[in-house]
């Protein structure tokens, strides 16, 4: 989490190579639209969340549960611009969808969100890295 420019996406893409070669699963990046599509290596599945018509975080949480109901070996998600795909939320709203996101199993959740940390208090700070 931190303002636009930061950073967030570079590091995004190094943590997705880095799964790729060190996880024995399913990596899957979901971004907006067709922005990393020559940034993410081919091992990872890349989907671009406007082609599901991804707008909230009710459609991500059900596209993320059709994910891994379909999947079993998905190890990773990552999600690039949390707020770019489903519009800006409060903090006690992503807090909720970020403790989902961190009861949801054996696979791993990594998010960029374009927004001042400080205005989200700890129920979200919490899961910054």
């Known amino acids: 989490m931190g303002l636009k420019g930061t950073g967030k996406t570079k590091t995004l893409v190094e943590l997705v190579r880095k799964a ?9 990046c979901i ?7 020559y ?6 599945r890349l989907v671009h969340a406007s082609e599901y018509g991804i707008n909230s975080l009710e459609l991500m949480r059900g596209f993320i ?3 891994a109901a379909g999947n079993f070996d998905i ?11 489903i519009g800006q939320v409060d903090a006690q709203t ?6 989902w996101l961190e009861g949801f199993g054996e696979v791993d959740f990594t998010l ?5 940390p400080d205005s989200f208090g700890e129920a979200v700070t919490k899961y910054i890295v």
């Open 20 to 28: 790729v070669d060190e996880e024995h699963g399913d990596v899957i």
């Open 31 to 37: 971004e907006k639209d067709k922005v990393l599509t």
């Open 39 to 44: 940034d993410i290596p081919y091992q990872a």
């Open 65 to 67: 549960s059709g994910l």
């Open 75 to 85: 190890t990773h998600v990552f999600i690039d611009n949390l707020f770019k795909i």
């Open 94 to 99: 992503l807090a909720g969808f970020l403790s």
């Open 112 to 116: 960029t969100v374009s927004a001042d």
